[in-house]
């Protein structure tokens, strides 16, 4: 079974600009949650999608946000890049289920904001 | 809200030996999860092991165990016959056990374990 895939793998943006980036599941899986990763911060978490909802966020303003579509692929769309944007960005996914809950993890989306 | 501790950034070990690595949390609630995450310098985080708290019993993994107090609330992994390819971030981290924290993690700030050959 392929694991979850993040595009792209990298990104060069400049402050001000707004940037997509995507994340498909395993297979099956209904869940996807987003996390970026900066050496000052460490993980935090941006928000979870599960059904097409979203079903909690972090503590992020509002120039973060995010959807997922019918075949559980989710998107996160930053908007007016900052400086401060510039992270690793993870995305995970489970089936969210009792029995079955584990997050597995994508690649991740190195983004770079200039 | 929960928050994680690891209090070691940085950990060494020599091949083959055992090392364990230290996690304390704090939360109010009684029934959560607990997870070790590695993450090598290609970035790809890895599951490790997990535990469930309402379990008595310590998670195992192959080499990889943790040692798991509710009551202290700790959670420590100890990797025994420690090889090369151990070497990674580790990362804590916990998950409330449902609600709308379901796909949350709250993760602690990594220890970085270098083994020696």
């Known amino acids: 079974k392929a694991g979850v895939t993040q595009t792209p793998r990298y990104l060069i943006k400049t402050r001000g600009q707004q940037v997509t980036l995507s994340c498909s599941p395993i297979s099956g899986h209904r869940s996807v949650s987003w996390y970026q990763q900066t050496p000052g911060q460490g993980l935090q978490f941006l928000f979870e999608?599960?059904?097409?909802?979203?079903?909690n966020k972090g503590n992020f303003p509002g120039r973060f946000s995010g959807r997922q579509f019918s075949n559980s692929r989710s998107e996160m769309n930053v908007s007016t890049l900052e400086l401060g944007d510039s992270a690793l960005y993870l995305c995970a996914s489970s089936y969210r289920t009792a029995l079955s809950d584990t997050q597995y993890f994508g690649p991740g989306t190195r983004l770079t904001v200039l | 809200a929960q928050t994680v501790t690891q209090s070691q950034p940085e950990m060494s070990v020599q091949e083959a030996e055992t090392v364990t690595l230290s996690c304390t949390y704090d939360?109010?609630?009684?029934?959560?999860?607990l997870f070790w995450y590695k993450q090598p310098p290609s970035r790809q985080m890895i599951l490790v092991i997990r535990?469930?708290?309402?379990?008595?019993q310590n998670a195992t993994e192959n080499r990889f165990s943790v040692n798991f107090q509710k009551a202290a609330k700790s959670f420590s992994l100890k990797i025994s016959d420690s090889q090369l390819g151990d070497a990674a971030m580790y990362f804590c981290a916990y998950r409330s056990s449902g609600g709308t924290s379901y796909g949350k993690l709250t993760f602690g700030q990594g220890t970085i374990l270098t083994v020696h050959p």
């Open positions: 939360t109010s609630e009684s029934d959560y999860y």
């Open positions: 999608y599960f059904s097409e909802t979203q079903r």
């Open positions: 535990q469930e708290a309402y379990k008595q």
